[in-house]
Nanobody, 123 residues
Framework: QVQLVESGGGLVQAGGSLRLSCAAS????????MGWFRQAPGKEREFVGV???????NYADSVKGRFTISRDNAKNTVYLQMNSLKPEDTAVYYCATKNPRSPYDRRLSYDYWGQGTQVTVSP
């Protein structure tokens, strides 16, 4: 059984940084693309970024240049480093494992999801 557990969320002032972690069990992440999504109150869950492997990532335009995804395959963990945070980044952040041969920015392309971690950015 695949389990993903996110951690590292919290309250931060605008301009600050947070690093989220996503620890996986039941699946070796080195064999899979891993995505990050977020969902703000009253809004659809939206794509944040995806890590294809240790070297290749894609990001939503809204976070490009501010957020960085990395992975530690030995720890079976993916990270989301968030810098220069803005109030509009406030959301619950989720990690997920991606199905092969499917669009990387679509929610339906991901099968297993974590429970999410809250990120709140104050003005």
């Amino acid at each position: 059984q695949v389990q993903l557990v996110e951690s590292g969320g919290g309250l931060v002032q605008a301009g600050g940084s947070l690093r989220l972690s996503c620890a996986a069990s039941g699946r070796t992440i080195s064999s899979y693309a891993m995505g990050w999504f977020r969902q703000a109150p009253g809004k659809e869950r939206e794509f944040v970024g995806v890590s294809w492997n240790a070297d290749t990532t894609n990001y939503a335009d809204s976070v490009k240049g501010r957020f960085t995804i990395s992975r530690d395959n030995a720890k079976n963990t993916v990270y989301l480093q968030m810098n220069s945070l803005k109030p509009e980044d406030t959301a619950v952040y989720y990690c997920a494992t991606k199905n092969p041969r499917s669009p990387y920015d679509r929610r339906l392309s991901y099968d297993y999801w974590g429970q999410g971690t809250q990120v709140t950015v104050s003005p």
